[in-house]
């Protein structure tokens, strides 16, 4: 497409030529030719000098940064102090092994200001000529640097850890299960008992306790005969009540004192650890740390030395095992004194380490 100057110059130059053939007579035809051609060259000159000098002004740019993916399907850019290059011909130097994304690399071509992509991700740049100013982030590949040739080796491993951690927090389930004919009584029954269970359970706990009906339910017992329909002989009702304690020593009074008030099914007691975050925090410092152990091991291994660390991943610090106290157990040791060792708790993490080493 020529520049909007040219198509200005051409304007003219056609009104000129339509005057002129309004004005000569038919014996002026040979002057008429001869103006057509002269109007043909100073076209073609125009657009040449113009041509020449784009040509000129892109060979003057030179660009200095890192390679970087684009949104662009296949992309490349340049990013050099905050601007961004779209190369318009990655694919000539994507063979080349320092041609990745973080390597630096210097450029010289041109922009082109009528070049159009899908997003316009940066300016568009035609590279005439790229070679790298230094070794960018690799794994296993050569590298020269002023004449020394080495070798870096990447290198994946895994630290695991595992700290013990004292709970916090105690979780007790009890229910209230009663059973009669009717409905109603089952419900009844088990409302008063209850509510005594609970006012023993608050006493018990303490002011600080948190306490919450975990379940309710009111369900038919049937009894099944071959060839009979189901037969109801009564209902069962259901309340159970779940307390959250932080003062691990009141665990055993709290559950011998609902056992007392009415508590028949005690579903069990689990410990966890609430404030875990610096547990966790010290169980990923020493998985790091057993991971960099291994790094070194493999570098001095290979008569090398480690250069950078690529990449760390935290592959989850996972909470820790809640011991869970069988029901059947608590409910046979709830009329005496109910003793309850609290015991300690793991908590575990994993690290993944890329590491490059050189190896000489």
Known sequence: MAPPNVHYLA????????????????????IRKLFT??????????????????????????????????VEPGGWLIVADGQKYLLLNAQRFQNESWFREGGEVEASGGARSDAMTTYMEGTPFEVRSMRPLAQ?????????????????????????????????????????????????????????KSDAVVRALKAAAGAGA????????????????ENQPPTITGYEARNSVTVTLSDLTKVGAVIDATAMA????????????????????EALAQATREAMGKVRVIAEALAGR??????????????????????????????????????????????LLIAEIDGG
């Open 11 to 30: 304007l003219v130059l056609f009104f000129l030529r339509r005057r002129i053939d309004i004005e000569f007579s038919k014996e002026t035809v040979m």
């Open 37 to 70: 051609i002269f109007v043909a060259l100073v076209l073609v000159a125009t657009l040449a000098t113009q041509h020449g000098l784009a040509e000129a002004g892109a060979t003057q740019n030179r660009v200095r940064g890192r390679l970087q993916k684009t």
């Open 136 to 192: 960018g982030p690799a794994g296993g590949n050569q590298a020269t640097s002023g004449g020394d040739t080495r070798r870096l080796t990447r290198v994946t491993v895994s630290g695991d850890s595992i700290v013990q951690a004292q709970p916090d927090t105690a979780l007790i389930t009890v229910s209230v299960v009663t059973q009669s004919k009717r409905a109603i009584d089952a419900q009844q029954e088990n409302a008063a």
């Open 210 to 225: 948190e306490v919450k009906t975990s379940g309710y339910s009111l369900q038919p017992q049937r009894v099944y005969r």
């Open 262 to 281: 009415g508590a028949n099914d005690i579903a069990g007691i689990s410990f966890t650890l609430r404030r875990d975050r610096p547990a966790r925090d």
């Open 306 to 351: 480690l250069v950078r660390i690529v990449e760390v991943q935290e592959e989850g610090t996972m909470r820790p095992p809640v011991p869970v106290y069988d029901k059947m157990e608590m409910t046979r040791v709830a009329a005496a004194q109910t003793p309850i060792e609290v015991g300690s708790l793991e908590v575990t993490s994993r690290v």
